[in-house]
């Protein structure tokens, strides 16, 4: 059987919501990958959903890593696979825009939209706030933690 490179690209989950987090991936290259295999976990700014693979085959690139957000569209993954259904997404090459297989630094946090959103609506800006916890994978800045954050500030003394 004949096999090929497709990039499959991030989802898009409607016309208001042009990027996405990607909270844990659960393949690296190399892997074998079948047909609606849970292969990550992606977050927009009103839901938190597992991305399946499109088609068996063997993942080669993966082009973010956990904590990342990517726009819409944008080339998720490489896989190789013999599927034709799938040749529209064949790959053009050129090497990945970022390698998810960089080791992870300690970086500032990353805000979901949903965090961003929230504190935006709080009167906040996320750019300027330093002291916030940052718990979900990949160092970022959850919807949980801007409430938490909000709800510390309510209790505190000014």
Known sequence: METFLIDVPMPSMGATVNELTV???????????TRSQKIAELESDKSVFEFESP????????????GDVKPSGGAFLR????DQSL????????PS??????????APPVW?????????EAG???AKIAD??????????????????????KTSPS
């Open 23 to 33: 909270i844990s991936l659960r393949v690296g290259p190399g892997d074998r990958v």
């Open 55 to 66: 088609c068996d085959g063997v993942v080669r690139e993966v082009f973010a890593k956990a």
């Open 79 to 82: 896989i190789e696979t013999g």
């Open 87 to 94: 040749r529209h997404l064949e790959s053009k090459g050129g």
């Open 97 to 106: 825009a970022a390698p998810a297989s960089a080791p992870a630094q300690a």
């Open 112 to 120: 979901t939209p949903r965090a961003t959103k929230l504190a935006q």
């Open 124 to 126: 906040l800006d996320p």
């Open 132 to 153: 916030i916890k940052a718990t979900g994978p990949g160092n970022r800045v959850s919807g949980d933690d801007v409430a938490r954050y909000i709800a510390a500030r």
